[in-house]
């Protein structure tokens, strides 16, 4: 069996606001395998968004064990997180964060360049990636000449363009309107059955987190649930099929 890309353990995570503790995780265990498509989802205030930037290396748990791509992050250096961040996981965020003065191939190479990838390579590799989510004939476009479709796939070419384990998408459809965000979820779809990335993806619509194979569901700071949505088969060897199960060590 593959080593998880993921794997959360008893993971709590405390912050101090104005002299008070504020517990945002009280002992999630979870795990993501490779290839997997997964749903977060849960009310605001649920912890989720505090999970997601605990899984991508944003931040650090206050106690419990956290691996990303079998390393203990709390073994790593400052540099060390980063460097498995810029290498193993990728980031779509509900609001593009690109870079508005600059081009799609430009946006989609940034990562590239802190890795010390030569100029020829990294555009070479930013044009795979637009073509990948069918933006060939924007490469030389800027944010501002593009909708906001189009600037959810050029996020979605930038995190996909360091080939990464793990895709974390953070509402990637708030923003859009409905045909838009089918169009994204489609890709995404896509770009995990073909290429193998396992995808997690956090979103407060349950229309889209029913797209994915497995739904975790967060409150309170702890994992509720985690389901295979009925009628939806999961990669990997692991039995598809509906109904709750335990959340996996």
């Not at 810029?86 to 430009?106: D, K, M, S, W, Y």
């Not at 290429?195 to 889209?208: C, K, S």
Request: with cysteine.
């Amino acid at each position: 069996m593959s080593r998880p890309a993921l794997e959360a353990i008893d993971v709590h995570r405390t912050y101090q606001l104005e002299g008070v503790s504020v517990e945002a995780l009280r002992g999630v265990t979870l795990r993501v395998d490779p290839g997997e498509f997964v749903a977060v989802i849960g009310p605001s205030g649920s912890g989720k968004s505090t999970l997601m930037h605990l899984l991508g290396c944003l931040d650090r748990p206050t106690s419990g064990t956290l691996r990303v791509d079998g390393r203990d992050v709390s073994e790593l250096s400052d540099a060390e997180l980063a460097a498995l961040r810029n290498q193993t996981i990728g980031f779509v965020f509900q609001a593009f964060h690109l870079l508005p003065r600059t081009t799609a191939v430009e946006n989609v190479a940034l990562p590239l360049v802190y890795r010390g990838v030569g100029r020829a390579e990294r555009r070479r590799r930013a044009v795979e990636a637009l073509q990948a989510v069918g933006l060939g004939h924007r490469l030389t476009h800027r944010p501002t000449q593009m909708s906001g479709g189009e600037q959810q796939r050029v996020a979605i070419a930038r995190a996909l363009v360091g080939e990464p384990r793990v895709l974390l998408a953070d509402e990637p459809t708030g923003n859009l309107d409905t045909r838009t965000g089918e169009e994204v979820m489609g890709i995404l779809e896509r770009l995990n059955a073909e290429r193998g990335v396992a995808v997690v993806l956090v979103t407060h619509e349950m229309d889209v987190a029913g797209r994915a194979r497995r739904i975790i569901r967060i409150r309170d700071g702890l994992v509720e649930s985690d389901s295979v949505p009925a009628g939806a088969a999961r990669d990997g060897g692991v039995d598809g099929g509906a109904g709750e199960r335990e959340a996996r060590s």
